[in-house]
């Protein structure tokens, strides 16, 4: 059974930075693609970014500021945050797509003063 477990989520002062985490086991995810999503209430969830062998890809909003990437060895896929604004307020979701769809539980981030 594939789990994925977040972590790094956490309250940060504007123009802050903070590394979200996510432990995927068995050890597969290297082969597969993955991402990062969020979601505040009363919208959908959006990609936040995404990390395949093809590359990664960023959403408008967060490009330049969030780097995904990932340590095969630790099986852990990383978001890290910067430059953060009080509207990358959510709970973020990591993601790992094979022949199924598997989703973490989440971790909250708040950007506030």
């Known amino acids: 059974q594939v789990q994925l477990v977040e972590s790094g989520g956490g309250l940060v002062q504007p123009g802050g930075s903070l590394r979200l985490s996510c432990l995927v086991s068995?050890?597969?995810?290297?082969?597969?693609?993955m991402g990062w999503y969020r979601q505040v209430p009363g919208k959908s969830r959006e990609l936040v970014a995404a990390?395949?062998?093809?590359?990664?890809n960023y959403a408008d909003s967060v490009r330049g500021r969030f780097t995904i990437s990932r340590d095969v060895v630790k099986n852990t896929l990383y978001l890290q945050m910067n430059s953060l604004k009080p509207e990358d307020t959510a709970v973020y979701y990591c993601?790992?797509?094979?022949?199924?769809?598997?989703w973490g539980q989440g971790t909250q981030v708040t950007v506030s003063s």
């Open positions: 068995p050890s597969i995810f290297s082969f597969y693609p």
């Open positions: 993601r790992l797509t094979t022949n199924n769809d598997y």
């Open positions: 990390l395949s062998s093809g590359g990664s």
